[in-house]
């Protein structure tokens, strides 16, 4: 049925083996699959690579692209160095879950049609879910169920996207379409739904900081990416997108800057950065596509940094609230510096891998004249520098002496950290090397002197902003209220009030009711009734006939007189 | 054995934070000077200005921080402010 070994087969096999397998021949799983997944992803050729007929319709489970290969080698990779980290302390169904989970990352990123598209898809939602659940807590399983009603809302919007575009075009390919009926937007919000695009951004920050420390650097990694590689091939251009990932990169910022959660942090600024590749699809160019992809790919390693740094904090201290960390640089100096690398590429400074890649989509926005676009895109890297670059550093590894004397991360986190702080910096130094295996030719040169200062100008005064405000950013025990109170608090308090209201006009329409047919039942006793005190009721007593007769003559007296008068 | 050195690791000390301070501030004025020997190219006039990037990496964070700060007291909430509405499902 395949001409090559589907990538994302290899991994659901893997995942599977995990469970069965013990020891060494589970680690040698955990490590070996995302490898041959890797491997496969490479033997995967240009074009559709087989067809299979189902119901009809064409079905292409394999369609391969430099932009396919790109989303599948990075999702690979993440799940190598996701593996890499966790294998020594996640529990081995976090661990196969992850790996499915993965599995329908590559998945869709090699689908050649919106059904096949649509399962891989389904896949992530249903197993992302069960590593949200692995967190453990009342809370992770709250939020997972939150989480997975979200996503298989998502889910269902996209489902009917789909099959208007199936029934109305007749074709299921996975091509280029704008949002301008209403299947192409089903499609769209769907999409969208899943890159954490508003009013729905909260389900992100609301459970990835649930899941254990181990598993939110799974989730950093995949659902919202595969979101952004499902826009470039579906929306390409769609104008819309621009407004949209704008919004996502300011709303990143403001709650990242209002939040204590440190692993919160790092899920609002998820949102900031995908913001940045919406917006570059918005824009639609060779160049600004490009950027897209090249700062996913980015993106992926230096947020999974990021969530692996939190993440031994995590482990290590049990903590994970700016107001309870602090000064952790004394004694885990390896997971700061790793912390601080991720960092600095998160907020593009020159020689890391967000400099050579964001920068793509500022260019964009400059080529193409778009003056709004391209200074709030500048403010956001200014920003992002603020929430991320700094703020999550400086909370968590040096502010104030917490008092924590905890070890450094455990050999295997210290490698994975150590490996994608390499490739941050690799990608930052030499950036061809990931900008030959980008869809279109590259002709942007990152490193100019003008374009390094530029930038360095805008980083170093961010930062002396931070320091300056600091007072203003004490950190309180708070949350930040969003969009999803509408239906954790407004919705359910509605329904509550619509229960409690309903059952209490029930209960009040039934003592009414009740007391007036009581009232009733004893006005009968007392007419009808053989047993209410001494006597009998007036309607069942026996009466003499001598008064009976008396009082028909009566009557009938009566009636004679009426008669004749 | 950290505990008797937690206090003056001797990145915490004040001088060494003057320090850091100082060497900051050389390396802003650096950054910011450097711009009268290399060319900045402005994509919008404006953008090439002499220490556009500085002042509006500034200004912009503190717009930022600010906004935030005012925002903060409309959407802050207690901690327990989801959980304690028993809305776990």
Sequence with gaps: MFDVLPPALVMVLGAALIGLARGHWRTLLVLGTPLVALWAVWQIPDGVVSTVVFLDYPIEPIEGSPLRRLFATIFALMAFGGGLYAFRQAKWYELSAAYIYAAGAIGVSFAGDLITFFLYWELMALFSTVVVWCGGTPGARAAGVRYAIMHLLGGVILKVGIEGVVIHTGSIDVQPMLATNFDTWMILIGILINAAAPPVSAWLSDAYPESSPTGSVFLSAFTTKTAVLALILLFPGEPVLVGVGLFMVMYGIIYALLENDARRILAYSIVNQVGFMVCAIGIGTQMALNGAAAHAFAHILYKALLFMSAGAVIYRTGFSKCTDLGGLFRTMPLTAVCGIIGALAISGFPLTSGFTTKTMISQAAADENLVFVYFMLAAASAGVFLHAGIKFPWFVFFQKDSGLRPKDAPWNMAAAMVLLSALCILLGVFPDLLYKYLPYPVEYVPYTAGKVLFYLQLLLFSGLAFFLLLPLMKRTLTISLDADWIWRVLLLRTARALYFGGAALGTALQDRVGSALGALRTRAETHFSTRTGTRAGVFARAWSIGSTALWIAVLLTAYVLVYVL | ?89
């Excluded at chain 2, 060497?23 to 950054?31: I, S």
């Excluded at chain 2, 006039?45 to 935030?68: E, I, K, P, Q, Y």
Aim: aromatic fraction near 20%; proline fraction near 1%; charge should be negative.
């Design chain 2, 1 to 89: 054995m950290n505990d008797n050195r937690q206090d003056n690791h001797w990145l915490t000390r004040p001088e060494t934070i003057r320090k850091l301070w100082w060497g900051f501030a050389v390396v802003l004025a650096l950054t910011t000077g450097a711009q009268l020997f290399i060319y900045v190219k402005g994509y919008f006039g404006v953008d090439g200005w002499f220490g556009f990037g500085a002042a509006f990496g500034f200004l912009s964070c503190l717009a930022m921080v600010l906004f935030a700060k005012g925002l903060g007291f409309f959407l802050k909430r207690d901690e327990g402010y989801y959980a304690g509405g028993d809305d776990d499902v």
